[in-house]
Every structure is written in C-alpha cells, then in structure tokens.
C-alpha cells in the first residue's frame, strides 16, 4: 500500500461484543456491579447494554460459548475492554463501589494521560475502567510523542475526590 491513509478524527470505537458462557452472570457485573442498564435482548442468548440511553456499548452473547471455560490467558484475543469515565470522582465512585463488594482488581496504574483501574469479569474477559486527564495537562517528549508511562495508581488520594463538593 503506497497511499497512507488517516482515519477520521472523529471516528471512535462504538461498541465491544463479547462471547460469555454465562448471560445472566454477565449480567449481574456489567449491570448490577458496574451500572450499564439493559437496552434489548435476543431470548436467553444475548443481551445489548449501554450507559446513558445510547444504543449500546457492550453486546453479551452466548451463541458460540455457553458453559464453556475462559480463553487462556497465553493466548490470542482481546486484552481489555476499557470503559471511559467522565471524571476523576466518577472513577472515585465505582471503586468505592468495588470495594464496599469486595470484587477483585487486577490492577491499577496512573498512565500520564489517564488513571486506570483493572480488573476481571467473570468470564476472564479483562475490563478497564478509567478517566482521561484534561489534553491540556499531557506531557510531550521532544520529539512530539506523548508522554505515557505505567506507575502505580494512588488509589487513596483517588478517594479523596469524593470528599469535594
């Protein structure tokens, strides 16, 4: 290919798709541990959620993987999925919440231009849930590139947030 060609500025990535062995499992975390609410289902074998009315963000199946086991972690496939959260409180909040529930985390990671904290759901899939910090306060290298790095995440200075008004 000797054209280049460059995506859209505005396009984004609509929605993730996921085989589940388990729909109403995975139900119960995205819904009732996360807060995605139910748009439509097809029967007993899938399920389309969203945030905020939108047509959805996650579609659940089971067509291909119903009682089957989770992928293996040493092989091909999708890493994480990773959810945007509008501001820093609003990460604040789920992770109180996954803490008052006791849900295990994977990790969490302070990456320059966003603040992320890891985890599973019950299906091995990895899922992350993070907020971007303002672009005004990205940090650049000097040759143009961003500036991301890996460090831990301060998780009781995040908590913090929720003590603002």
């Known amino acids: 290919m000797d054209n280049k060609y460059t995506i859209p500025a505005q396009a984004r990535i609509g929605h993730v798709h996921l085989k589940v062995a388990d729909l109403e499992r995975s139900l119960d975390f995205y819904c009732n541990l996360l807060g995605f609410e139910v748009t439509t289902m097809y029967g007993s074998q899938a399920a389309f959620i969203s945030a905020g009315g939108y047509h959805h963000h996650i579609g659940l199946n089971t067509w291909h993987s119903k ?23 609003d990460l604040a ?34 899922v992350e849930l993070y907020w971007d910090r303002p672009k005004s306060l990205w940090t650049y290298g000097p040759d143009g590139s961003l500036t991301m790095f890996t460090k831990p995440l ?8 929720l003590e603002t008004v």
């Not at 301060?154 to 947030?161: G, I, P, T």
């Open 67 to 89: 009682g089957l086991s989770p992928a293996s972690p040493n092989s091909v496939g999708l890493f994480h999925t990773a959810i945007v959260y509008p501001t820093r409180k």
């Open 93 to 126: 909040k789920i992770y109180l919440r996954l803490l008052k529930e006791e849900y295990p985390l994977t990790g969490a990671s302070d990456h320059g231009v966003s603040e992320a904290i890891y985890l599973d759901d019950p299906d091995k899939n990895g």
């Open 154 to 161: 301060d998780m009781e200075n995040l908590l913090q947030e």
